[in-house]
């Protein structure tokens, strides 16, 4: 059984166009969030939330939503995609106070062209 | 800013040599971790050191915790053609016992057979 799935797993777009990506957990943790890893592999935080609530809101361009409609969920909408938008998109849970560790899934290619 | 740094940013060694990784950050912290991500893949939780804790063990991995330096090392012994991988120190800085992790840039180990 997946414990964090992201749907699509490779997306190829225009510029311009509007994206979504999808995630999903099903090991009952109350806190999700969203990476991105860059050509580089340097992986950096982008959002969080806890309990549907947002908590980590790193200096990420507005045309960036996330979405959390329950726990198990997290979404991130991009609006109209840019050339440098183009990376590894994973999204990841955890469970407050444990130490934090991170569940990862297996990340979203997104190459905009 | 980054606050873990890697080091070497590439190893090579033969199948089973031991690999060592060392990795040092900035700021106080709750506790580091390591990970491991295979190519195209996410990132999968390998141990996590306390604060209060200098050496921990998991398997073939050793992990050391140097507070007053600032600097983790990740050993691997007796490494496999499997350990091959990129491997990224994080570290849990936030105030809360949950909340974002901060990674490295990571180290690309080679095992070669």
């Known amino acids: 059984d997946t414990a964090v799935s992201q749907t699509p797993k490779y997306l190829v777009t225009q510029m311009g166009n509007d994206k979504s990506i999808k995630c999903e957990q099903n090991?009952?943790?109350?806190?999700m969030y969203w990476y991105k890893q860059d050509s580089k592999k340097f992986l950096k935080i982008m959002f969080s939330?806890?309990?549907?609530?947002?908590?980590i809101n790193e200096t990420v361009p507005n045309r960036f939503s996330p979405k959390s409609p329950d726990k198990a969920h997290l979404n991130l909408h991009i609006n109209s995609l840019e050339l440098g938008d183009s990376a590894v998109y994973f999204c990841?849970?955890?469970?407050?106070?444990?130490?934090?560790?991170?569940?990862f899934g297996e990340g979203s290619w997104l190459t905009v062209v | 800013s980054q606050q873990g740094e890697e080091d070497p940013q590439a190893l090579s060694i033969q199948e089973g040599e031991n690999a060592t990784m060392n990795c040092s950050y900035k700021?106080?912290?709750?506790?580091l971790q390591w990970y491991r991500q295979n190519s195209g893949r996410g990132l999968v939780h390998l141990i996590l050191?306390?604060?209060?804790?200098r050496e921990k063990h998991s398997g073939r991995l050793r992990v050391t915790l140097d507070t007053s330096k600032k600097s983790s090392s990740l050993l691997i012994t007796a490494s496999r053609a499997a350990d091959t991988a990129s491997y990224f120190c994080?570290?849990?800085?936030?105030?809360?016992?949950?909340?974002?992790?901060?990674f490295g840039q990571g180290t690309e180990l080679s095992v070669k057979p």
């Open positions: 990841a849970s955890s469970q407050m106070g444990t130490g934090n560790t991170i569940y």
């Open positions: 090991l009952g943790h109350d806190t």
């Open positions: 939330y806890n309990n549907k609530e947002l908590i």
């Open positions: 700021t106080s912290i709750n506790n």
């Open positions: 050191i306390r604060s209060n804790e």
């Open positions: 994080a570290t849990d800085a936030s105030k809360n016992q949950g909340g974002k992790l901060i």
